[in-house]
Structure formats: structure tokens, C-alpha cells
């Protein structure tokens, strides 16, 4: 016997919004090295270096995104003078704070 698929059926459109929780990255890139070192001061785990492609004598640092990661990183930057972004951590999104 012949698998057979119908086509002639019109289910019309379906609108559906489905929310999916916004799962963090395992890790975090970092792409100055001073705020690589201010990290690695605090205790946070580089877990891979990887090289620039448009400057391979850079390096590009791997953190694991642990709890407070974010939230150090918008200090230290805060801390530089430059705007920075709050991090929600009720809704994962980042919220522009100037």
C-alpha cells in the first residue's frame, strides 16, 4: 500500500504567539582586556581565548556567564564614563539606562 498526503485540505491561517523563556549563554565574549582582567580579579572563569579575525594579535576572552557577570560588566563600564545598559534580571532583556 501507497503512502498517500492529502493537499486538498485548507486549514487557513493560524496566528499563534508562543513566549519561549530566554535561555542565557553558557558564556560570555569580552573584548577588552582590561575588563577581562577587572573580571578574572573578581573571580569569574575564562573558559576559552580566541583570536580576532580582523586583528589576530587581539584576543577575543571566554567567560563563563555566571550570576553577577552582567552585572559587574555594566559597572566597570559605568565606572569608564560610558553608557551603559542595565541588566533586568526579572525579564533577561536589557534595558537602555542613560
Not at 6 to 14: A, L, R, S, T, W
Not at 20 to 38: D, E, G, T, V
Not at 72 to 83: C, F, I, P, R, T
Amino acid at each position: 500500500m501507497e503512502d498517500t498526503v492529502e493537499n486538498d485540505v485548507d486549514v487557513g491561517k493560524v496566528d499563534v504567539e508562543v513566549e519561549y523563556p530566554r535561555i542565557p549563554k553558557p558564556s560570555k565574549l569580552i573584548f577588552s582586556p582590561m575588563l577581562a582582567k577587572h573580571l578574572l580579579g573578581k573571580g569569574y572563569v575564562i573558559t576559552d581565548l580566541k583570536q580576532k579575525r580582523e586583528a589576530p594579535s587581539e584576543s577575543i576572552f571566554v567567560f563563563r556567564n555566571d550570576a553577577g557577570l552582567m552585572d559587574d560588566v555594566l559597572a566597570w563600564k559605568a565606572s569608564k564614563g560610558e553608557v551603559v545598559k542595565s541588566w533586568d534580571n526579572g525579564n533577561k532583556e536589557i534595558i537602555n539606562k542613560e
